[in-house]
């Protein structure tokens, strides 16, 4: 277990610097306009962050080798607050910046977090899920980065890169998910290789929906959110897929569930008290299907 926390606590300062770097360059292409993800996905800065990203994929696979997806996904939202600080620091000088309300939100989402994960103390379950099971989450993530991308199309909607975030969160959280899956099987064989198709695709829209949820306003609008939602999908979803449960008891469960009330607390603030970011080219503008 201690394997496990290490690689998943690595994973999410190499997953955080892949963020900031990200939506820094994110930010900077769409202020553009036009084909700003065509541009995006050629800048150095932009494919260094997915290197940081790549990184934090590898010890990933490790922590999940080591440990159970409940244990796992948690530790990887502690690179909530290095993102913010690193964001904080890239964007210093800048208008528009958040106020103070949201970095309270997102200490309360980190709080909340490791609440949850002290009072949670997850148990291992199986090495793999049910095939068909988890191709039905998969279908559902998807169907759901859809749904985000068509109501985001307009750049006059209010609260844009919290809902993009949020579903960019879930496909992550599937992703993880796929990972576990991929992980647990033997590496040639026909289960593998369509687990990694699933994987491949829904990596893509996740990432696609992260973009422009980065570019639709400022950092600490969508991380919180995406942070919050990768671990709390994939700890609700590990115990019928993957049959890892939570510590029982009445203490066990009146802790997790104060961690979870922190966690929409904090969610509360920093979807009502972010600052609005500056307008963002609608998915009309982008050359990319998300959903495709």
């Known amino acids: 277990m201690l394997t496990a926390v290490l690689l998943a606590l690595a994973a999410a300062c190499a997953f955080a610097v892949s963020t900031v770097v990200q939506h820094r360059t994110a930010t900077d292409t769409a202020a553009a306009g036009g084909r700003w993800l065509v541009r995006l996905v050629r800048r150095p800065a932009w494919l260094a962050g997915e290197a940081a990203g790549v990184v934090g994929v590898l010890l990933h ?157 400022p950092l600490v609008q969508s991380l919180p959110v995406l942070s919050v939602l990768e671990p709390g999908v994939a700890v609700l979803l590990a115990g019928p897929l993957f049959g890892e449960a939570l510590l029982a008891g009445t203490a066990a469960r009146l802790g997790q569930l104060a961690g979870a009330l922190l966690l929409g607390a904090g969610l509360v603030v920093v979807a009502r008290g972010s600052a609005p970011g500056p307008p963002a080219p609608s998915w009309s503008e982008a050359p990319v299907a998300v959903a495709a």
């Open 61 to 217: 696979v490790g922590a999940l080798r080591s440990g159970p997806v409940v244990l796992v996904q948690p530790l990887l939202a502690g690179g909530l607050v290095l993102s913010l600080a690193l964001g904080a620091w890239l964007d210093r000088g800048r208008p528009g910046r958040p106020g103070l309300g949201p970095w309270l939100g997102a200490v309360a989402v980190a709080v909340g977090l490791t609440t949850f994960l002290l009072t949670a103390r997850p148990t291992a379950g199986t090495a793999t899920a049910p095939q068909l099971g988890l191709a039905g989450v998969t279908v559902a993530a998807l169907a759901l980065g859809g749904l985000a991308a068509l109501w985001a199309r307009r750049p006059t909607r209010r609260h844009r890169p919290l809902v993009l975030g949020a579903a960019a969160g879930t496909s992550f959280a599937v992703t993880g998910l796929l990972l576990k899956q991929v992980v647990g099987l033997p590496l040639l064989s026909w289960a593998a290789a369509g687990t990694a198709v699933e994987l491949a695709a829904l990596a893509v829209v996740g990432t696609a929906l992260a973009q422009a949820a980065f570019a639709a306003g």
